[in-house]
């Protein structure tokens, strides 16, 4: 009997897609570059979710500093220029993640407490804390902090950054406003009907449906408020198609003492933000050289708290809400962060598609982060317990610091008032104060046992 080689079958050859980066369960990984009309729809799922904290932030600052009018949107032109430039160097050749960078709470209360004695005093103070962090990053110093990022640390950073973001969430979902200061049952049904939509829609959508569940359901929910009556438009009609920036530069900044400690403090909660927020990150798409990431994303930050100095602004921090994204859509490419921050730096001169995207309902956009925050919590606790059942010492060491950080979080403006206002922007930010309890009882208080 004669036998004969049998010869190997051939299959199809699939399409190639570089996802040897992708973790199990992205659709994209962290240098994966989606085909550019998906991108660009991924860019504007950040952008929907990014947004609304910009246009808070600079409407506050803006009403600190007392501006009106044209001033008011020469003032949210810098912020949006600034955040875009950093958001799109940070993608490139900073920390180079799928993280989001954008004005930092803690930079803005300094901000705000200086405000007052003039905005060149705001501008020296920000420069100089910039400065340092750049030579923080230069010197190559902050590589030795990745021995401090154990799961205890990390699982705690993700779920801290959920429950401390929760009180500025909470009063877009219950539609609380000066006509409704006890919120708006009907704001209230549907934050909760785009909450139910974005489950269901991560759970039962495939492919690249799945990767846009965010964008489908805030589409879906802006409609549905539109049909209640519960959007409103009024600056879309007055907004110009192109506004070109008049006087980018406000003039030379002063230094003082006083305004350089207030930023070098502010500083260090920026730097404590900024490291949980790397390293949750790293935790979702990938934890190669993320000590070298860190170095480098510090040092960006810190060269956007120049330029936000020289531009009259506050500076940026790594968003910590950016892993929940990441988990919701399952892109973890850093190149659709990218589109976010170059549609950023479009936005500064077409002032009517800023309106029109300001126009989401507050709600909608409310809802969205909360199941992105559910997200996260999720992912916190799977890495508390990867390294198996947890003992009565980490008990505390993860109880206490997501309890006095939320609780920090709801504490009375009039408690802070009473404390030096040099300390506001460490102990007023829940989420500095939490990542500080962690760290000091896993690894002073209360260490692990040998």
């Not at 021995?147 to 539609?175: C, E, H, K, R, S």
Request: charged fraction near 10%; hydrophobic fraction near 50%; aromatic fraction near 10%.
């Amino acid at each position: 009997m004669n036998w004969r080689p049998v010869k190997p079958r051939k299959f199809p050859k699939e399409r190639a897609r570089p996802t040897e980066h992708a973790p199990s369960g992205l659709t994209y990984g962290v240098n994966d570059l989606p085909p550019w009309p998906r991108n660009i729809l991924y860019g504007l799922q950040w952008l929907i979710v990014f947004l609304p904290t910009l246009v808070i932030l600079a409407a506050i600052s803006s009403e600190h500093l007392g501006l009106h009018g044209g001033e008011k949107v020469l003032f949210s032109q810098r912020i949006l220029a600034m955040t875009g430039a950093v958001v799109v160097i940070q993608t490139l050749i900073g920390h180079r993640y799928p993280l989001l960078d954008g004005p930092a709470s803690a930079l803005l209360l300094s901000f705000l407490i200086l405000a007052p004695r003039g905005l060149p005093t705001v501008q020296g103070g920000m420069m100089v804390g910039g400065l340092v962090l750049v030579l923080l990053s230069m010197c190559d110093l902050l590589r030795y902090l990745e021995a401090l990022f154990t799961d205890n640390v990390v699982g705690v950073i993700l779920i801290l950054i959920a429950i401390t973001i929760m009180p500025y969430v909470v009063p877009m979902v219950i539609g609380k406003s000066p006509s409704h200061p006890y919120g708006d049952p009907v704001v209230f049904a549907i934050a909760v009907t785009v909450i139910l939509t974005i489950a269901l829609f991560n759970y039962w959508l495939q492919g690249f449906p799945r990767t846009i569940s965010l964008f489908l359901a805030v589409l879906l929910g802006t409609l549905l408020a539109g049909s209640l009556g519960r959007i409103d438009f009024p600056d879309v009609r007055d907004a110009q198609w192109l506004s070109l920036p008049q006087r980018l530069f406000p003039g030379l900044p002063t230094f003082s003492i006083s305004a350089t400690l207030t930023f070098l403090i502010a500083y260090l909660a920026v730097i404590t933000n900024a490291v949980g927020s790397i390293y949750s990150t790293g935790e979702v798409v990938g934890k190669a050289d993320v000590a070298g990431r860190l170095n480098r994303g510090i040092g960006v930050t810190g060269f956007g708290g120049l330029i936000a100095g020289i531009l009259g602004v506050f500076g940026t921090v790594s968003y910590a809400s950016s892993p929940g994204v990441i988990l919701i859509t399952r892109v973890g490419s850093r190149f659709a962060v990218t589109v976010c921050g170059v549609l950023l730096f479009f936005l500064v001169f077409f002032q009517k598609a800023l309106a029109i995207l300001a126009s989401i309902p507050a709600s909608v956009v409310g809802a969205a982060m909360i199941t992105v925050l559910a997200a996260q919590v999720g992912a916190g606790i799977s890495v508390l317990a990867r390294s198996g059942r947890l003992s009565e010492r980490d008990y505390l060491v993860i109880g206490i610091p997501v309890l006095m950080g939320g609780a920090v979080s709801i504490f009375p403006q009039s408690f802070f008032e009473t404390w030096p206002y040099t300390i506001h922007a460490l102990l007023k930010n829940g989420l500095v104060v939490g990542i500080i309890l962690v760290l000091v009882l896993e690894h002073l208080l209360l260490p692990r046992k040998r």
